[in-house]
């Protein structure tokens, strides 16, 4: 990780910790999600999102396609602030608890951002935001599991980070048996962030 990825995780952090030091809250990458899930999505019966954090962008995606969205986080005040919104949510580590074959569409804005190991604080926030000391700590393991719970035809939309290795995530999602094409990318200041849909092959 570079100086200047240190001090932009460390600012996000503090950023983040003072909207709610506890529960993620929807911000542009949030955004970006739901809207690449709601234009791309057809008529899919049954939507996880993984690490659905405050339930915002799982109860978007049920409003536009009217599916029955489970949303799964290991934060149970996550799973508490999603329940408030009306979302149907599950303490889960990653995709666990989970059924073969149960889900038309996973959707995952993960923890991405490189942080270094002498530098974690080891609260609810930090879990929402670092993807340890490369960005991927979640996403290969996510990566290797995600297909087991994909129905036939099943989709995956995945937010990547440019701070995380764009072409080493869909390096990653190839080898894991996907077709990758990216949905959806917007450049931010300190970052540029993609959605990919990936497909089993
Ligand atoms: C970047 S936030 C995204 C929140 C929400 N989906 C959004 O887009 O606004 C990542 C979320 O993943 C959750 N998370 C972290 N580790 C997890 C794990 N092992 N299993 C499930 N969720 C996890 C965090 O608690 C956090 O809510």
């Known amino acids: 990780m570079t100086d200047s990825q240190g001090e932009d995780s460390r600012a996000r952090l503090a950023e983040r910790r003072g909207v709610d030091p506890e529960v993620y809250q929807p911000a542009e990458d949030s955004g970006l999600l739901a809207e690449a899930a709601v234009d791309s999505l057809s008529a899919p019966e ?3 999102e993984v690490g659905t ?3 915002w962008v799982a109860e978007q995606v049920h409003a536009a396609t009217g ?6 986080d290991l934060n149970p005040h996550a799973c508490r602030q999603a329940r408030d919104r009306g979302v149907e949510a599950v303490r889960a580590d990653l995709l666990g608890p989970f059924a073969d074959g149960a889900f038309d569409a996973v959707l995952f804005n993960p923890p991405y951002l490189p942080t270094d190991p002498d ?3 080891d609260d609810w926030m930090e879990h929402a935001l670092s993807g340890g000391e490369d ?3 979640l996403i290969g393991p996510f990566l290797q599991d ?3 719970v994909l129905a036939p035809g099943g989709e995956v939309y995945l937010l990547v980070s440019s701070l995380t290795g764009y072409d080493i995530v869909v390096d990653l999602a190839e080898r894991a048996g996907f077709s990758v094409d990216e949905v959806r990318q917007e450049s931010y200041p300190f970052e540029v962030l993609s959605i990919l849909r990936l497909r089993p092959t």
């Open 135 to 137: 960005g991927r700590r």
């Open 146 to 148: 995600v297909g087991r």
């Open 119 to 121: 530098n974690e604080w």
């Open 53 to 55: 954090g405050s339930g």
């Open 67 to 72: 599916a029955r969205v489970v949303g799964s």
């Open 46 to 48: 049954v939507v996880l």
